[in-house]
Nanobody, 118 residues
Framework: VQLVESGGGLVQAGGSLRLSCAASGTTFSINVMGWYRQAPGKQRELVATITTSSGSTNYADSVKDRFTISRDNAKNTIYLQMNSLKPEDTAVYYC????????????WGQGTQVTVSS
């Protein structure tokens, strides 16, 4: 499975960005996809996940009510709509796909930079 992210950039606080992650390869067995982020000097953290079958979502408390994760199974693509962005949202955002029993097989994209200026 290969994952390619796009849509990052520089935005002012209060603005919006939409990230995309396109999956290719053995995509039929992917169970969960999600977005993670890593700010300088910090550990990578979960932002949001979505199951490919039911579309069930999960969000970090810090982004609830501001970010929305969605999927387009026909395009093997997930999205992250980010609204009301804050400077603390600045990070490299990574896409992740998981498949297999207990979702133990994991793939990561190369990351896309999101910078929010104050």
């Amino acid at each position: 499975v290969q994952l390619v992210e796009s849509g990052g950039g520089l935005v002012q606080a209060g603005g919006s960005l939409r990230l995309s992650c396109a999956a290719s390869g053995t995509t039929f067995s992917i169970n969960v996809m999600g977005w993670y982020r890593q700010a300088p000097g910090k550990q990578r953290e979960l932002v949001a996940t979505i199951t490919t079958s039911s579309g069930s979502t999960n969000y970090a408390d810090s982004v609830k009510d501001r970010f929305t994760i969605s999927r387009d199974n026909a395009k093997n693509t997930i999205y992250l709509q980010m609204n009301s962005l804050k400077p603390e949202d600045t990070a490299v955002y990574y896409c992740r796909a998981r498949r297999g029993p207990a979702n133990l097989i994991s793939y990561w994209g190369q990351g896309t930079q999101v910078t929010v200026s104050s």
